[in-house]
């Protein structure tokens, strides 16, 4: 019987966890726990060129130069006239590109000799989990939970659904990053009402949200967050002074 995982798809570090009688971390097939969320194209005139995802990209970086991307759950449902988006396209090696077609919502990323949309390289990525936690598990993995931060847009957690899809994934939910934090802490299983502060600080995004559970149910009250300010950024100011 196929089986279904949660997935969180990081900007730094993606995850997979499966519930037996609580959950538990998948490991890759590099016996990690976290898989970098990173994808390159291989140039091989042995073996022929390739694109490879995870650990083993970034292993690769050093030589890849233009056809290493990392950090593009940031590009995830943004149009490419937004400053912040112009301001990565300054930063990273990659190139990232307006659409031809001239859509202003529409970015595209240069891999190999290839352009894809951000959705397209998220789909690499959880593809490379759906296939990882299938080796682990021993079974067919068709659907998955993934969660994205609360402030995600509509149009962000479409582009979620779709990477999903491409990836061969039904996704069953998408669930705000918060939530699952809770959740994963436990904080469901007490049994009296209680407001909750959950103070998230990623590789590339930073949110704090404030939560009421009622009954084991959980309310999201109110939420301010930062996709452009994690733990990437505080390396490159380091590193800049």
């Known amino acids: 019987m196929a089986k279904s995982i949660g ?104 891999l190999g000799n290839d352009y894809y949309t951000p959705k397209q390289i998220s789909a690499m990525i959880l593809r490379k989990l759906k296939e990882d936690a299938e080796f682990r598990l021993g079974d067919t993995v068709d659907s998955a939970v993934i969660t994205v931060p609360a402030y995600f847009s509509e149009r962000q957690k479409h582009a979620t659904r779709e990477a999903g899809r491409l990836a061969g994934l039904k996704v069953k939910k998408i669930i705000d990053e918060p939530t699952a934090a809770a959740i994963a802490y436990g904080i469901d299983q007490k049994e009296e009402d209680r407001m909750v502060l959950v103070f998230d600080l990623g590789g590339g995004t930073f949110d ?18 930062d996709m452009w300010l994690g733990g990437e950024d505080f390396d490159r100011i380091i590193m800049d002074k």
């Open 208 to 225: 704090v949200s404030i939560m009421l559970m009622v009954g084991g149910i959980f309310s999201q009250m109110d939420n301010e967050g």
């Open 7 to 110: 997935i969180d798809l990081g900007t730094t570090n993606s995850v997979m966890c499966f519930m037996h009688t609580e959950p538990e971390i998948i490991m890759n097939r590099e016996n990690d726990r976290l898989t970098p969320s990173c994808v390159a194209y291989r140039r091989s005139k042995k073996t022929g060129d390739s694109i490879i995802v995870g650990k083993i990209a970034c292993d690769y970086a050093k030589v890849a130069e233009k056809d290493f991307l990392h950090s593009v759950k940031r590009l995830m449902g943004q149009s490419y006239n937004d400053d912040n988006v112009h301001e990565m396209a300054r930063r990273v090696n990659y190139i990232i590109e307006p659409s031809p077609d001239g859509e202003e919502d529409v970015v595209r990323i240069k």
